[in-house]
């Protein structure tokens, strides 16, 4: 029996996580596409689709800007993966969004934070970062330093830096600024070189744990 509810759950098709009781894989159907999607229904009341998880470090995020833009990763409870910046871009722009950021950092201290406003804009703004600060949770700041920043990748290079890339130099794609705030997406273990893997200024250089869910308001 549970496994047929499993699979039954695998296969629903669902217009987003706030429809679902339980959490678990489903199919969210968008106007232009349906794919695969995880939905948390315990956390903070529940509805939340998740965009980034990082559970074991067996996946590289170190990738080009099409990886980051389409998405890496098998999308799983249990597994590591980025859901892909066209596919947040297409749910965002379908209303208004929350964001809320796990992580536990290398002593085991878990640590959250929830922002009240979340949106991607496509791929013809360099899928620009709108966020707001954090509003409850003990992780201060926000993912981004809140300049409207756009994505970069270790081949494309949009963070604020003349001289630097940071998506090169920190091993991932992220909405970096001046490479200092936070990169959830680093090297699961601390780079030899920068000292940083997922990274959040103030609470970790280095999380073993990494998840970033969306919900709508």
């Given at each position: 029996?549970?496994?047929?509810?499993?699979?039954?759950?695998?296969?629903?098709?669902?217009?987003?996580?706030?429809?679902?009781?339980?959490?678990?894989?489903?199919?969210?159907?968008?106007?232009?596409?349906?794919?695969?999607?995880?939905?948390?229904?315990?956390?903070?009341?529940?509805?939340?689709?998740?965009?980034?998880?990082?559970?074991?470090?067996?996946?590289?995020?170190?990738?080009?800007?099409?990886?980051?833009?389409d998405g890496f990763g098998i999308v799983g409870s249990a597994s590591d993966f980025w859901l892909g910046l066209e596919k947040i871009h297409q749910i965002t722009s379908g209303g208004d969004f929350e964001l809320a950021v796990e992580l536990r950092n290398e002593i085991g201290t878990y640590g959250f934070a929830l922002h009240s406003a979340f949106n991607v804009a496509g791929e013809d703004e360099l899928y620009r970062l709108t966020c707001s600060g954090t509003e409850a949770g003990n992780l201060d700041g926000r993912i981004g330093a809140g300049h409207g920043e756009l994505f970069t990748t270790r081949d494309l290079d949009f963070d604020k830096l003349e001289d630097v890339n940071c998506g090169e130099v920190y091993g991932s794609g992220w909405w970096f600024y001046d490479c200092n705030n936070v990169n959830l997406n680093g090297p699961y273990k601390k780079d030899n070189v920068t000292g940083r893997g997922i990274y959040w200024r103030g609470f970790t250089d280095a999380a073993t744990y990494s998840r970033m869910m969306i919900r709508r308001k």
């Open positions: 029996l549970e496994q047929l509810l499993s699979k039954q759950t695998k296969n629903r098709i669902i217009q987003g996580c706030d429809e679902v009781d339980s959490s678990g894989r489903y199919r969210l159907r968008l106007p232009s596409t349906t794919f695969g999607v995880i939905c948390d229904a315990r956390f903070f009341d529940g509805g939340w689709l998740v965009i980034q998880q990082r559970l074991s470090g067996k996946l590289s995020f170190d990738r080009d800007w099409d990886g980051y833009r």
